[in-house]
């Protein structure tokens, strides 16, 4: 009996593909940082572990970025993008996403470390830097909202209706037995969040 070779090929190439074609495929971020254990753990702890992480200076050949992270930015990263300049490989690179109309996201602006003890006209300048790399589309890392929030206490207050309003979520989930007051009710409807009673 003799196997066409070229056949056998054929039909095991399409059955891989078959395969490959039904596995999920993660979300693919990339992280404007070296790849370093901390980092890499801090970032996925934040964005969870759906999404699959891809660092500066790693291949990215055939990826599809849906989100870009830069982990922090120091005051002077901060200085020079607010300017439109950069220094280094890395500022190079969001500076360059910048300009192709990319939004980068980052954890954390170096000054916000200085809250407490910056003259607060030196503080505002950064804040201004906040204003105008936020124009450039360079933002505060925002937390995907969760759409239901479950609230254990008795007693629903406007204050936690504005809470949860502050989460981004769009229904809250309370005990049967919890009361809930008037204007934690007016304060749901003017939101739009829906309040559901449950076990």
């Keep these: 009996m003799s196997v066409d070779v070229n056949e056998l090929v054929r039909s095991i190439a ?10 999920e495929q993660k979300d693919c971020v990339m992280v404007l940082a070296e790849r ?5 753990a801090m970032v996925q ?27 922090s930015l120091c005051v002077c990263e901060m200085s020079d993008l607010a300017i439109g300049k950069a220094q280094g490989p890395i500022m190079t690179e969001v500076l360059r996403l910048l300009l192709l109309g990319k939004t980068i996201e980052t954890f954390k602006f170096g000054h916000h470390a200085y809250s407490e003890t910056a003259p607060g006209s030196l503080y505002s300048l950064y804040e201004s830097y906040v204003e105008t790399l936020a124009g450039f589309g360079l933002k505060k890392f925002q937390p995907e909202a969760p759409e239901v929030i479950r609230f254990r206490e008795e007693l629903v207050t406007e204050k936690v209706v504005n809470d949860i309003a502050q989460q981004g979520a769009s229904t809250l989930m309370v005990p049967v037995a919890a009361q809930v007051t008037p204007l934690a009710v ?8 829906n309040i559901q009673k449950c076990l």
Aim: charged content about 25%.
């Design 45 to 71: 702890q934040k964005l969870g572990d759906d999404v699959e992480l891809v660092f500066f200076g790693e291949d990215t050949l055939n990826r599809n970025f849906c989100r870009y992270i830069i982990p």
């Design 36 to 40: 370093d254990c901390s980092t890499a």
């Design 186 to 193: 007016e304060t749901a409807q003017n939101l739009n969040i």
């Design 14 to 23: 399409s059955e891989v593909l078959k395969q490959l074609q039904g596995v």
